[in-house]
């Protein structure tokens, strides 16, 4: 499916059911200069079951740590297939890129394997309780009843906003945006990522 395609599928119900409902005023975000909270997580990469750590990620270079409200859900599947579409790009500027959401590692497996989506290119987390989105400061909250995803079927897990944070090898937050309180879409959070990375 074409990027052009993505932006109309999310425009058309994405942003409604996976914007809107986002609050921020409860937490605070962390912000640049913030140090970043390390984590280890169960994740996916190409289907394959592993455990993330940030901070070995760390060691390798930046890190673009984006969190995501659920998969197979309009803006998000841009988000990831344009993630991989330029996966390329982060690698040549030396940088890791981890998707993190509250879905379950079993429904991650087929969305990072899935050449739609992640394609196998960059693993994504599973934050089920929303407690790594929680140490950076967001909430997770719950779906909307009846909401489904692109498959048809329902989204019982809560979401996490869609936020971006960059991250230096120094563990130092470089930047952070959201599609919530500065208005950017997903696949703009991609691209202002690469941006980013590339000037470190």
Not at 139 to 153: H, I, M, R, S
Request: charged share 20%.
């Amino acid at each position: 499916m074409s990027n052009k395609n993505y932006r109309r599928l999310f425009l058309s119900f994405g942003f409604l059911f996976f914007i809107a409902p986002y609050s921020f005023a409860q937490m605070k975000v962390l912000s640049k200069g913030s140090k970043a909270p390390m984590f280890t997580s169960e994740a996916s990469l190409a289907g394959k079951e592993f455990v993330f750590s940030l901070k070995k990620a760390l060691d390798k270079g930046p890190v673009v740590l984006y969190f995501y409200p659920a998969a197979y859900t309009g803006g998000c599947d841009l988000e990831a297939h344009t993630f991989a579409e330029m996966k390329d790009k982060f690698t040549a500027a030396g940088a890791t890129i981890i998707g993190v959401s509250a879905d379950d590692i079993a429904r991650l497996n087929s969305f990072s394997a899935s050449p739609d989506y992640c394609a196998g290119k960059f693993p994504v987390a599973s934050d089920a309780g929303g407690k790594i989105a929680a140490t950076y400061g967001l909430e997770l909250t719950p779906p909307k009843a009846g909401v489904k995803d692109v498959t048809g079927k329902l989204v019982t897990h809560g979401f996490i906003p869609r936020t971006t944070f960059v991250i230096n090898k120094n563990d130092e937050i470089v930047a952070v945006f959201s599609s919530g309180a500065d208005h950017i879409s997903p696949d703009e959070h991609v691209k202002k990522s690469l941006e980013i990375v590339k000037n470190l």
